[in-house]
């Protein structure tokens, strides 16, 4: 494996993590707010 392919993966998992990270902020945010919209498209947008 070259350095741009472990670069590309590199970039990828930390972008994954990233998404993991936002989208349990906002299932906690849900907990207390169940009826804010914005949260539950961001959760979406996360999950295409």
Same mark, same amino acid.
């Given at each position: 494996?070259? =350095? /741009?392919? $472990? %670069?590309? +993966?590199?970039? /990828? $998992? %930390? !972008?994954? !993590?990233?998404? #993991?990270?936002?989208? !349990?902020?906002? /299932?906690?945010?849900? %907990?207390? &707010?169940? =009826?804010?919209?914005? #949260?539950? !498209? +961001?959760? /979406?947008? &996360?999950?295409?």
């Amino acid at each position: 494996m070259d =350095d /741009f392919e $472990i %670069e590309l +993966k590199r970039g /990828f $998992i %930390e !972008e994954a !993590e990233q998404m #993991l990270i936002d989208t !349990e902020q906002c /299932f906690l945010q849900l %907990e207390s &707010v169940t =009826d804010n919209l914005s #949260l539950i !498209e +961001k959760i /979406f947008r &996360v999950a295409q």
